[in-house]
């Protein structure tokens, strides 16, 4: 299976504490990006990183990108409630052209 | 904007029986669109990529007779699940990418639920 892996499989933190979430990959890469689903619902884009970034920021996420170790992980500061979701990883191979490859994704609660 | 929508939500049927799920986007044009499934706390799992005014590529093990793929314009998809059985109970979802802008950035709908009784 192409599929990518996530872990923790399940995070659970109170509020205010920050949470981090690693992806690994197994393919080479053009773009990472990160989706949001609350239960039962669709997915939200987060963030997108391409192969040739470190790191890149939006409001309270931070995502970083290690391309030679073919890892990313995804933090959220000051973590609210609100961020109670599952959060999945997905790759792209090439720009405009492919598919997702989703990880396993990471089921994070926070407690207020 | 970027907005996707799915219809129905949910669906319950018969075991042998067809349903349709429709996929628009609202407000861009989407030449590609994709349709995944999901079971209960799992990743998705790419089924098939939709062209518009050409045939689906589906992914290896999806069978194409069972799910058929339509992309009649470019702002609707529709799947549609022939002969529903029990293990074709799943969340069913799209997502579109547009044809300006971000190209890589793929829009999701909310998904539809089926139940095969």
């Known amino acids: 299976s192409q599929q990518g892996e996530e872990d923790p499989q399940a995070l659970s933190i109170q509020e205010g504490e920050n949470a981090t979430m690693n992806c690994s990959y197994k393919t080479s890469i053009n773009n990472l990006q990160w989706y949001r689903q609350n239960s039962g619902r669709g997915l939200v884009h987060l963030i997108l990183i391409r192969s040739n970034e470190r790191e890149k920021h939006s409001g309270r996420l931070r995502v970083t990108l290690d391309t030679s170790k073919k890892s990313s992980s995804l933090l959220i500061t000051a973590s609210r409630a609100a961020d109670t979701a599952s959060y999945f990883c997905a790759t792209g191979r090439s720009y405009n052209t492919d598919k997702l490859i989703f990880g396993t994704g990471t089921r994070l609660q926070v407690f207020p | 904007g970027a907005v996707v929508s799915q219809h129905p939500s949910w669906v319950i049927c018969k075991s042998g029986t067809s349903v349709k799920i429709e996929c628009r986007s609202l407000d861009f044009q989407a030449t590609t669109m994709f349709w995944y499934r999901q079971f209960p706390k799992q990743s998705l799992m790419l089924m098939a990529t939709?062209?518009?005014?050409?045939?689906?590529?589906?992914e290896q093990g999806v069978e194409k007779d069972k799910f058929l793929i339509n992309h009649a314009s470019l702002t609707l998809s529709t799947l549609t699940v022939t002969s529903a059985h029990p293990e074709d109970s799943s969340f069913y979802i799209c997502s579109a990418r547009s044809d300006r802008g971000q190209r890589d950035t793929q829009y999701f709908g909310p998904g539809t639920r089926l139940t095969v009784l």
């Open positions: 939709s062209n518009e005014g050409s045939k689906a590529t589906y």
